[in-house]
Each structure stands twice: as structure tokens, then as C-alpha cells.
């Protein structure tokens, strides 16, 4: 399964962006998907999590209230919508299959990944 992670880019504080992942397959739609990232020096993290329906998400704080994870299996793309974005939200983006369809919340449960899309929020 390959994965194609658009949408990133350079904003101002407070403002949006909306990543969306799209799976070469259509099985990916069975799975849950995460989006993850990495900002310099630090170690990649999750920052929002869908199960293969949708009905269930996972948030990680920081990102709680401003971002929105949704998908379309029809698709076979999640979204990952991004507003009042801090600098601190700075980083390449990633989004990944889980190898389960439930939400996954840790890195170890997922097995594809995409390329990356750089996100830089400037103050």
C-alpha cells in the first residue's frame, strides 16, 4: 500500500490548512489511519487517530479542539483538518495505516507510512 500525503505548507498563526492522505488501495479503507509528526530534533509523534469508520478518533492534546480528523472511504483518504494553527505545530507531517481498524494509539501498531508534508506555521 502506498500512501500520498498532500496539503501542507506555509501559514501565519491562526491560520489553516487541511492535510489529506490517500491510500493507493482501497483495503486500506479496512484500517485505522494516524496522522504523526516530527518537528526538528524532536522524536515523531501522533497527533490524531481515526478508525475504519470514522466513529471513533483519538486526539493528542495539544491539538485538541483545533484539528479535526475525518475520512472517505469512497476515496480512500483521510483528512486532517488544521485550524488555529500555533508555531509550534511546526513539522512534516506524516499519515500512516494502522495494522488494525480499531484507532491506534501508538506508533509500533502501524505499518505504512507516507512521505511526509512539511507544515510550517509562522508567528
Known amino acids: 500500500v502506498q500512501l500520498q500525503a498532500s496539503g501542507g505548507g506555509l501559514v501565519q498563526a491562526g491560520g489553516s490548512l487541511r492535510l489529506s492522505c490517500t491510500a493507493s488501495?482501497?483495503?486500506?479503507?479496512?484500517?485505522?489511519v494516524g496522522w504523526f509528526r516530527q518537528a526538528p530534533g524532536k522524536e515523531r509523534e501522533l497527533v490524531s487517530a481515526?478508525?475504519?469508520?470514522?466513529?471513533?478518533?483519538y486526539y493528542n492534546d495539544s491539538v485538541k479542539g483545533r484539528f479535526t480528523i475525518s475520512r472517505d472511504n469512497g476515496k480512500n483518504t483521510v483528512y486532517l483538518q488544521m485550524n488555529s494553527l500555533k508555531p509550534e505545530d511546526t513539522a512534516v507531517y506524516y499519515c500512516?495505516?494502522?495494522?488494525?481498524?480499531?484507532?491506534?494509539?501508538?506508533?509500533?501498531?502501524?505499518?505504512?507510512w507516507g512521505q511526509g508534508t512539511q507544515v510550517t506555521v509562522s508567528s
Open positions: 488501495r482501497r483495503t486500506a479503507s479496512n484500517n485505522g
Open positions: 500512516a495505516i494502522s495494522r488494525y481498524s480499531s484507532v491506534t494509539s501508538y506508533r509500533e501498531g502501524y505499518q505504512y
Open positions: 481515526i478508525g475504519y469508520r470514522g466513529g471513533s478518533t
